[in-house]
């Protein structure tokens, strides 16, 4: 018999995974598969260890959840009754943010590649934005000049769990670089703005504090440039998410109090030896609040052998979870009912869209399985769900939260006929 480490909210239980007091079985028994099931109570747990461990160094700090990690309304509701912030990067996560009870006042937009309509909507609803070039902020003034203003900054320093997610550096297409930020705040303060933030976001999935620094350090320099060149103040120097969550066995949490000794403190230490007053640290976190706070579990189809390699067939693929696909991303996978079983075996986990590369897993050592098993894909609450597709015209999952030792359904499973929502048969064929 096997005892495995797991990390809360999972449990073993006679050889069951419960996730967060509940059998997953049951669950999906009850829900049918794939689900998605999340936890109200790590998602609250997740939000106050992040909280208190920045709050610790500097006690004016905003938390800003990146609402495409995850936009479940429940999720939004949740982080909103913890006192949480919303960065927002589209009209719908806006829509959503607003439908959830965010007031203008809690919500950021920091998008690329933003269409004139989109600014107008914005700016019509008073979303504070972020930009991201200076094209962006020449069309916004001309639609009207906001009360307050923030510049997106590539700091010149990236990191991240794949190229496709790092956000700054000489590669990426986010920010503007030191010199332009200068000249876009001196054209936003002639334009009459009054007030300003300044922002950057360097990647996800990071693991170390030293990117951090490195880059907190360039920002920090570069708004005391602006303070000084162009004389004007920041309500709030915002430093982005990219806390990064252990996924495969190797990795090691990031470290929560050096992240706060290391940047937070450096942070406040510089804004008061730069002049800059005492404006709000903003941070902004996706994965960190939501990734472990969900699990998909998917049943097992078929088992196949082939001169080559031994399949797992799931019922989850990357129409339902496209990380392990689109980044190569590794998911811990669980046989949830089989916990005590020892790993055997060895197969790939392909799921049911017909694509060669439609893999949960490859290579992974798992206990014998069997057609019927259940498999549980940990970490799957961040870029999951919000990532999910219709492709191969398959309805996306359900969801389900575990809140008060219930559980309840937060999202429907789609049915048949969400696949010809907004189609129209035009004409003789
Ligand atoms: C501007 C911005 N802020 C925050 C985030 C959140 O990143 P993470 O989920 O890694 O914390 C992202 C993610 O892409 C982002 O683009």
């Not at 930020?181 to 009054?194: H, S």
């Not at 920041?234 to 090691?252: C, L, Q, R």
Request: aromatic content about 8%; proline content about 4%; some cysteine.
């Amino acid at each position: 018999m096997v005892k495995r480490k797991l990390r809360e909210p999972l449990e073993d239980r006679k050889g069951t995974l419960y996730f967060d007091g509940i059998s997953t079985t049951e669950l999906a028994k009850t829900y049918d598969t794939p689900l998605y099931v999340l936890s109200e109570k790590r998602i609250r747990d997740n939000y106050n260890r992040l909280y208190s461990a920045i709050v610790n160094n500097y006690k004016y700090v905003r938390i800003y959840y990146a609402a495409k990690a995850n936009t479940n309304l429940n999720v939004l509701r949740i982080l909103h009754s913890q006192g949480a912030y919303l960065d927002t990067v589209s009209p719908g996560e806006v829509f959503l943010a607003l439908s959830a009870g965010f007031t203008p006042d809690r919500i950021l937009f920091t998008g690329t590649s933003v269409r004139n309509d989109e600014l107008k909507m914005l700016s019509n609803a008073n979303i504070t934005i972020n930009v991201d070039s200076q094209s962006e902020m020449d069309r916004l003034l001309k639609i009207s000049v906001p009360q307050i203003l923030s510049v997106r900054v590539n700091p010149e320093v990236g990191a991240g769990h794949h190229s496709h997610c790092i956000t700054a550096g000489p590669e990426s297409k986010f920010g503007l670089w030191e010199e332009e930020v200068i000249q876009a705040y001196a054209i936003a303060q002639r334009a009459r703005v009054e007030r300003f933030g300044i922002h950057m976001h360097i990647g996800s999935g990071i693991l170390e504090v030293e990117p951090y620094v490195l880059a907190v350090e360039k920002l920090l320099s570069i708004a005391k440039r602006v303070h000084e060149e162009v004389g004007i103040n920041f309500e709030f120097i915002d430093i982005g998410g990219g806390f990064g969550v252990p996924y495969k066995p190797e990795d090691k949490d990031l470290d929560l109090a050096e992240f706060s000794s290391k940047v937070v403190s450096m942070f406040k230490n510089k804004v008061k030896e730069y002049g800059l007053g005492k404006p709000y640290l903003f941070v902004e976190p996706g994965r960190y609040l939501v990734c472990d706070a969900s699990i998909l579990l998917t049943a097992v189809n078929s088992v196949k052998v082939t001169p080559g390699r031994k399949f797992v067939g799931v019922d989850a693929g990357f129409n339902t979870l496209v990380r392990p696909t689109m980044y190569g991303s590794y998911h811990p996978i669980l046989v949830a009912n089989k916990l005590t079983a020892a790993d055997k075996e060895t197969y790939d986990v392909a799921g049911p869209v017909c694509e060669s590369g439609d893999l949960l897993a490859k290579e992974r050592k798992l206990p014998e399985i069997a057609e019927g098993d259940l498999l549980a894909v940990l970490n799957a609450g961040a870029y999951g769900f919000s990532m999910s597709s219709q492709y191969n015209s398959r309805p996306r999952a359900a969801e389900v939260m575990i809140r008060g030792g219930k559980a309840v359904i937060v999202r429907e499973r789609e049915q048949l006929k969400d696949l010809v929502t907004n189609q129209k048969i035009q004409g003789e064929s």
